[in-house]
């Protein structure tokens, strides 16, 4: 497949254009600002898809509005509708609006004008239309201090500079980059656009939140680093802010140090903890030692031998049972310790040993559900 995308060096556009590099079954002719509305024709020799994400929001002159967005559109619709009718071969155009199209200013007025030149050249031609009414679209690569509260907001704060906000209730509704990129990948390959009754398509999933909530999520994300505690960043709206705060990360911020207690038996740190999952940790010991020596009511935890040989011990608290066993960082064994069992680790071999903990709660240094019982 051979598809033309406009806008390609675009927030948008720069998205979508990798997406597209990995499809080993997709060409892409990239129009950029360095092109003229001239080359739209010739561009298009064999092309079966358009994305057309070019436009101009923030121009100095207002009436860049009409050119770069309505006469622009209007062309490529020209141009389209022209090859159309000289090849027979339908090609959709997949057209980025704004949710600024329903409003009276001049972005707007511009945006709607373009809309009805797709819709129109469309009907026309009989060529597949699919015009997307965005709103705020949030992720990696968008220009901050330009049109983007969140790229602004990710791009001050990974750099210690001010955050202004105007009003912290103000709503927003936003969507992920990834989900805008993956739905046109999906339409382009002959997917559902999920029309509207007024025909326009749509993204999902939207996020409904507020300018006061995004900043106070950032400002958790910034303190990770120092609390060590991450917050729910495996699903939906937060997986994806948070991705998007890490993407603004400068490179002096690609790594952090944490703290390192270390003793005559080894060392011992901790990485990374969780609001409601436990944290996670890691511990060396030296030939000969033991670690542990202690049981637990409800605490539960889960350790792996990365390096080193290991014998763990167990003793029942009321019946007096034992267990051993033995594991080392060749095997990727897991070893649980069950609450109402003493148990410990011990250094068997003749090197370091090196010990991954995870453990069901964060340490809690008032309740630590910790209880001294040596082996």
């Known amino acids: 497949m051979k598809v033309l ?17 990995e499809r080993q079954d ?35 002159d207002p009436a860049a509005f009409g050119t770069g967005n309505h006469e622009l559109t209007s062309k490529l619709c020209e141009a389209v509708s022209a090859r159309v009718a000289q090849t027979g071969i339908q090609i959709p155009i997949l057209f980025t609006s704004s949710i600024q199209a329903a409003r009276d200013n001049p972005y707007g007025k511009s945006k ?47 750099r210690a500079l001010p955050v202004e906000i105007h009003d912290p209730a103000a709503p927003l509704t936003l969507v992920y980059i ?41 400002r958790q994300f910034e303190q990770g680093p120092d609390t060590l505690l991450t917050e729910r960043v495996g699903t939906g709206f937060v997986r994806a802010l948070y991705a998007t705060y890490v993407s603004y990360l400068p490179v002096d911020k690609f790594a952090y140090s944490v703290p390192r207690h270390g003793d005559a ?22 030939p000969g030692i033991t670690r542990g020596g202690h049981y637990h009511h409800t605490k539960t935890e889960k350790f792996l031998v990365i390096k080193g040989q290991a014998r763990f011990k167990f003793r029942h608290m ?7 066993l033995v594991t080392d960082g060749a095997e990727a064994k897991i070893v ?3 609450p109402g069992w003493t148990h410990d680790i011990t250094n068997i071999g003749v090197d370091e040993m090196i010990v991954m903990l995870w453990a069901n709660e964060v340490f809690d240094r008032a309740r630590p559900d910790t209880y001294a019982c040596p082996l």
């Open 265 to 286: 038996r080894g060392v011992f740190v901790e990485m990374l903890k969780t609001e409601d999952s436990g944290q996670f940790s890691y511990f060396t010991a030296h």
């Open 26 to 60: 997709v060409e892409t002719v990239c129009f950029n600002s360095q092109h003229s509305a001239s080359q739209l024709a010739e561009m298009l020799d064999g092309v079966d898809f358009v994305f057309h994400l070019a436009g101009v929001n923030r121009p100095q």
């Open 336 to 338: 649980e310790t069950v």
């Open 318 to 324: 009321h019946t007096g049972e034992t267990h051993e």
């Open 112 to 158: 709607h004008a373009a809309e009805a030149a797709v819709f129109a050249a469309a009907r026309s031609a009989g060529f597949p239309a699919y015009v997307y009414r965005l709103p705020n679209v949030f992720g990696k690569w968008c220009r901050p201090n330009y049109n983007s509260a969140v790229a602004t907001f990710c791009y001050n704060i990974t």
């Open 5 to 21: 995308l406009t806008g390609s060096e675009g927030f948008i556009g720069k998205n979508l254009q990798l997406h597209l590099a």
């Open 178 to 218: 990834d989900d805008v990129v993956d739905r046109f990948i999906k339409v382009m390959d002959g997917g559902d656009a999920m029309l509207d009754n007024d025909g326009f398509a749509s993204i999902t999933p939207h996020y409904t939140t507020t300018v006061g909530t995004v900043v106070q999520l950032l």
